[in-house]
C-alpha cells in the first residue's frame, strides 16, 4: 500500500530554513508526479508545490522565490527546501503524490521566536 512518511519540521525562528523530507513507498515513486501541502489551524489544506516526473516545477505564491521542491528518484524521496520562513508558513505539511488522496501523518513546522 501507498506509504508517506514525512520529517524534517521543528520549531524555528522567522527567517529561518528547514528541509522536509519525504519517503515514498507503494507506488512507482519515478512516474509520479508530487506534491507538498500545508494546513494550519483552523484553516484548509492550500497546495504549496509540485514537481513532475520529469522535474517540472510549480509553487504557490505564498512561497515562490523562498520554497524550492526537488526529487531524488533513487531514494523514492521528495524534499521541500524552506527559506526566510515566516510565522504564516506554520502549518503541518505533507506530501501526496500529485492528484492522489494518499497523505501521510505529516510534519508540523512551526516559525516563532
Known amino acids: 500500500q501507498v506509504q508517506l512518511v514525512e520529517s524534517g519540521g521543528g520549531l524555528v525562528q522567522p527567517g529561518g530554513s528547514l528541509t522536509l523530507s519525504c519517503a515514498a513507498s507503494?507506488?512507482?515513486?519515478?512516474?509520479?508526479?508530487m506534491a507538498w501541502y500545508r494546513q494550519a489551524p483552523g484553516k484548509q489544506r492550500e497546495l504549496v508545490a509540485t514537481?513532475?516526473?520529469?522535474?517540472?516545477?510549480n509553487y504557490a505564491d505564498f512561497v515562490k522565490g523562498r520554497f524550492t521542491i526537488s526529487r531524488d528518484n533513487a531514494k523514492n524521496t521528495v524534499y521541500l527546501q524552506m527559506n526566510s520562513l515566516k510565522p504564516a508558513d506554520t502549518a503541518v505539511y505533507y506530501c501526496?503524490?500529485?492528484?492522489?488522496?494518499?497523505w501521510g501523518q505529516g510534519t508540523q513546522v512551526t516559525v516563532s521566536s
Open positions: 501526496p503524490p500529485w492528484g492522489t488522496d494518499y
Open positions: 507503494g507506488f512507482t515513486f519515478r512516474l509520479s508526479a
Open positions: 514537481m513532475t516526473r520529469i522535474g517540472t516545477t
